[in-house]
Nanobody
Framework: QLQASGGGLVQAGGSLRLSCAAS????????MGWFRQAPEKEREFVAA????????YYVDSVKGRFTISRDNAKNTVSLQMNSLKPEDTAVYYC?????????????????WGQGTQVTVSS
């Protein structure tokens, strides 16, 4: 129900824009998030946006470089990633969550996309 796209290979300092198309019912009622998982590491929270987009949340390591946005009319959420670093290399997953008080834990989300690979070369 979630389809992520936009990953690829980019040099350090470059930019990528990830998109996630959702087919969940009442998309606008869901908090949308992005997580990432690097090889041999736990999946970690990256960014989230509230159901009508008034609130956004970021992990400290991406603040000022990444921007999450959503278009409820198109059922999409995006992650603009600028000034990419090699440590941003990971598989990025979009997720949709409802009825949770939080936004930065895997348990806060009900649906997950398949992931898209982002590789940043030094």
């Amino acid at each position: 129900q979630l389809q992520a796209s936009g990953g690829g290979l980019v040099q350090a300092g470059g930019s990528l824009r990830l998109s996630c198309a959702a087919s969940v019912r009442t998309f606008s009622a869901y908090t949308m998030g992005w997580f990432r998982q690097a090889p041999e590491k736990e999946r970690e929270f990256v960014a989230a946006i509230s159901w009508i987009g008034l609130s956004t949340y970021y992990v400290d390591s991406v603040k000022g470089r990444f921007t999450i946005s959503r278009d409820n009319a198109k059922n999409t959420v995006s992650l603009q990633m600028n000034s990419l670093k090699p440590e941003d290399t990971a598989v990025y997953y979009c997720a949709a969550g409802r009825y949770s008080a939080g936004w930065d834990q895997r348990k806060d989300y009900n649906y997950w996309g398949q992931g898209t690979q982002v590789t940043v070369s030094s």
